[in-house]
T-cell receptor, first 112, second 114 residues
Framework: DVKVTQSSRYLVKRTGEKVFLECVQD?????MFWYRQDPGLGLRLIYF???????EKGDIPEGYSVSREKKERFSLILESASTNQTSMYLC???????????FGQGTRLTVV | AQSVSQHNHHVILSEAASLELGCNYS??????LFWYVQYPGQHLQLLLK????DPLVKGIKGFEAEFIKSKFSFNLRKPSVQWSDTAEYFC????????????WGAGTKLIIKP
C-alpha cells in the first residue's frame, strides 16, 4: 500500500513563527501536492511538485513556500504564520500517467 | 477557470435510505472523474474513478457513479446507506491532458442517522 506520512497530526503555533510541515511518501511518486482543507471550500491547492527541486504554484500560494530536495519528501513552509492560516493541511502524491492521488492523514494547524 | 460544483454541503439520511450526491464540472474537454471519501479522523481515500468506457462505474462499499457527458455530471449513488457511510465526500475532475492537477468540489458532509 502507498503510504503518505505527514510529520504531525496537530500543531499549535504563534503568529509570526516560521512553520514547517513535512510530508514523506514511500512509493517513488513523481508528483507531490500540498492542499489546505477548509469547511465549505473543499481542497485548495497551495503548491505542487512534479520532480525534485521543481515546484509550481497552485491556487493559493501566498504566504507559503515549499521545498523538495528529495523525491520522497515535500515540505510546506509558512514563513510567518498568521491566524488565517489556521487550517487542515493535506499532503498527497501521485505518479503519471495515473492521476489518482494518495493522501496523508493531514495536519491540523492552529495559529494563535 | 474550471470548476467543480457539489450541490449539497450537508446531507442527512436515515439508514437504508437511497443516496445521490450531485457533482457537475465546467470543463468541456476530455476528463477523468473521481469521488473521494474522508471518514471521520481518517485520510482521504479514493472511492471510485472514471477514465473511459462504461459511464456507470462501481466503487468500493457499494457505491457507484454515472458519468453523463451531456450534463457534465458525475453523480454518486448508493441504493441503501449505512451508518458507517457517515463521511465527507469530494468530487474531483482532472483534464485528461494534465498530468498533475485535480480540481476539487467543496465537499458534501453525509450524516447517516442510526
Amino acid at each position: 500500500d502507498v503510504k503518505v506520512t505527514q510529520s504531525s497530526r496537530y500543531l499549535v503555533k504563534r503568529t509570526g513563527e516560521k512553520v514547517f510541515l513535512e510530508c514523506v511518501q514511500d512509493m517513488d511518486h513523481e508528483n507531490m501536492f500540498w492542499y489546505r482543507q477548509d469547511p465549505g471550500l473543499g481542497l485548495r491547492l497551495i503548491y505542487f511538485s512534479y520532480d525534485v527541486k521543481m515546484k509550481e504554484k497552485g491556487d493559493i500560494p501566498e504566504g507559503y513556500s515549499v521545498s523538495r530536495e528529495k523525491k520522497e519528501r515535500f515540505s510546506l513552509i509558512l514563513e510567518s504564520a498568521s491566524t488565517n492560516q489556521t487550517s487542515m493541511y493535506l499532503c498527497a502524491s501521485s505518479s503519471p500517467p495515473g492521476p489518482e492521488a494518495f493522501f496523508g492523514q493531514g495536519t491540523r494547524l492552529t495559529v494563535v | 477557470a474550471q470548476s467543480v460544483s457539489q450541490h449539497n454541503h450537508h446531507v442527512i439520511l436515515s439508514e437504508a435510505a437511497s443516496l445521490e450526491l450531485g457533482c457537475n464540472y465546467s470543463y468541456g474537454g476530455t476528463v477523468n472523474l473521481f469521488w473521494y471519501v474522508q471518514y471521520p479522523g481518517q485520510h482521504l481515500q479514493l472511492l471510485l474513478k472514471y477514465f473511459s468506457g462504461d459511464p456507470l462505474v462501481k466503487g468500493i462499499k457499494g457505491f457507484e457513479a454515472e458519468f453523463i457527458k451531456s450534463k457534465f455530471s458525475f453523480n454518486l449513488r448508493k441504493p441503501s446507506v449505512q451508518w458507517s457511510d457517515t463521511a465527507e465526500y469530494f468530487c474531483a475532475v482532472r483534464e485528461r491532458k494534465s498530468n498533475y492537477q485535480l480540481i476539487w468540489g467543496a465537499g458534501t458532509k453525509l450524516i447517516i442517522k442510526p
